[in-house]
Each structure stands twice: as structure tokens, then as C-alpha cells.
């Protein structure tokens, strides 16, 4: 019998290096082979074929490989699962374990966090960036009071107004027939209140069905690259270049769903997640930049409100809306620790 002695030094070295990486490599992946795949019913309204969805898959797929097997994400896009609030309905009931939503499925699931999208509360991206970083393990912490996981809160964008005729006061919304997302809260709350002060007439209907009733819609909102993915863009000739609210989207996973994943794979569905939701953020800034662009060029025309006018809205929707909601929506201490900072932020020179 011939019997091979390993040489001390540095091929030794590497040999036991690489023996000790394939079996740990080996029993990862054997472990996980006997372990019952944990699969993640997740629900989006977002396009099959869009850019979100795209992203959504290269994030299922890293997920499964980084757990080698044991975690596993299918996808129902284009509002199969129904709009927002079904979905949002559909997890808290266990038919879907997570779901990547706007504000308007927030509403159901953490309602508090919807606070960020209140008209003329963000102003920039500076703003967004420094409240997320303040705020995030804060909301977080709500969304478990909610028996929910908050994975991340990631930018949709900003908000704008796009209209068949031109807007350049505030009055000129008066009887127009105005787009409401239907069961939005903050969208149905926002509607009344402008059918109330400006006589505009209510339109509200699902997302998915706004495309095919634009001809009888005179005033909308979404951000510029979400009106393009929609195929919006044929029923507007104008967009306020003054933007409504900052608009977000994140991932929420019901608490059940996520504590029949071990622990240790909890971190690393986490950490991929996460990872998609920033890379979500700069693809949407990047894309609102450029669809702003397209839409110049396909003949939509910039508006401005003047900042007599800006002032104005800001002092309605403060008062009408902001604080209507106190208590309702979101406590009245988020909102006042928010604007406390948001005011310390905008001292320090940071807009």
C-alpha cells in the first residue's frame, strides 16, 4: 500500500484549504437537500415583462443560490393577484406570504408608513435619502407591531401631475375630472377633500384599468417612468414640473412566512433582498431622469405653478390633509418627530 504524505508548506496549506471548502461547500448543499424547500408566494402589480418585474426575478434567482435551494420566491405580476389592496388582503389572510407594494397596499399592512407620501412632505431626493436613513429601522420596528416584516423601503419616485389641459394655478383643477386610485386611502382621502374645496369630479378606478379610460380622464398623477411602463403617456400634453409628494414601494413578508425560515437563512434573504431594493432605487431615479426627457419629446409640455401658488397648496395640504390624518393614518408623535427633523435638515443648509 502506497500511503501519500502531505508536504508541509504552502501547496499542504492550500490543499487542506480547498478540502475544508468542498466539504463545507458539500454539506451545504446536502443539508439543504433534505431540508423542505420553504417556497415565498410573492404578488406585485407591476408589468410581467417590465423593468421591475425583470428585477424581481434576478433577485428570486440570487436568493435561491445564496441558500442553496431551501428558499425559493414565485412571482405573480400584472395583477393577478388582483390590485394592491387584494394582495395586501391576501397576506394578511396567509394566501401570499410576501408582496412588493406601493403606499396604497401600505395602507393595509403598516399604515403609519404611508406618511411619507403626504403631498409636499419630501421635497428631494436629499430629504428621501436622509428621512430612510434616520427612519428605517424605525419603521421596521412599526411594521412588527403589525406582525409583518418590513424588508426595505425603496424610491418609486416622485409624484407628478399630468393633465390634457394646462395647469398654472390651482384653481385651474376646478371641475375637472380627476383620476383616484380606488381603495387607496390616501388617494380616496386627498379626492374628497378636493372634491369638496375645488368641485373636481372623482374618477376612481383600479391601476390596471386606468389605461383604458384615459380618454375620459382630464388629470392624473405617477411618477414619469411608471406613466411610461403603463402606457399612460398617450393620454396626457402636460406635467406639472412641480412634483406632488415622493412616492415609495417595498417588500413586505407576512411574520409567519419568515419564521419558517431558519434564522441563520433569514439574514441572507434579508441581505439579497435588501440588495435589490437599493439597486431598485437608483434604476427608478435613473429612469425618471430619461422619461421626463421621452415625454418632451413626444410633445408633453412643462407647466409651473408660481411660488405664490406652490406656497399656497403647501399651506392646504397641511392643513387639510396633513393634520386630518393625525391620528387616523399615522400617531400624532411620527409626525411631529419627522418634522422635526425634516426642519433641522432643511436649517443645515442640506436641500
Known sequence: MKIIVWKKGIRGRISLSFLFFSLSF???????????????????IAPENSPWAELAKKASTELQEKTGGLVKMEWYFSSIAGDEPDIAKKLKEGKLDCAGLTGNGISYLVPPIRILELPFFLKNVKEVDFIKQRSMKLFQNIANDYNVKLIWISDLGF?????????????????KTVWVWKGDYLAEFIGKFLQSEFQIKSFSIPIQD????????????NTPYALNVFGWDSGVKYILSQPLNFSFTSLIVSKNSMDKIPPDYQNIVEEV???????????????DNKAIDILKKKGVEMTDFSQ???????????EKVWLALKDKLYPSWLLAQLLT???AFRVGGSK
Open 341 to 343: 427633523e425634516l426642519s
Open 210 to 221: 386606468v389605461k383604458s379610460q384615459l380618454d375620459q380622464i382630464q388629470i392624473l398623477y
Open 159 to 175: 409624484v407628478y401631475i399630468f393633465s390634457k389641459q394646462p395647469l398654472k394655478k390651482l384653481d385651474d383643477i376646478k371641475g
Open 273 to 287: 433582498l435588501r440588495k435589490y431594493l437599493d439597486i431598485l432605487t437608483k434604476m427608478n431615479r435613473e429612469s
Open 26 to 44: 458539500a454539506y451545504f448543499y446536502i443539508s439543504n437537500l433534505f431540508a423542505q424547500q420553504i417556497v415565498l408566494k410573492c404578488a406585485t
Open 308 to 318: 405664490d401658488e406652490v406656497k399656497k397648496a403647501e399651506d392646504i395640504f397641511r
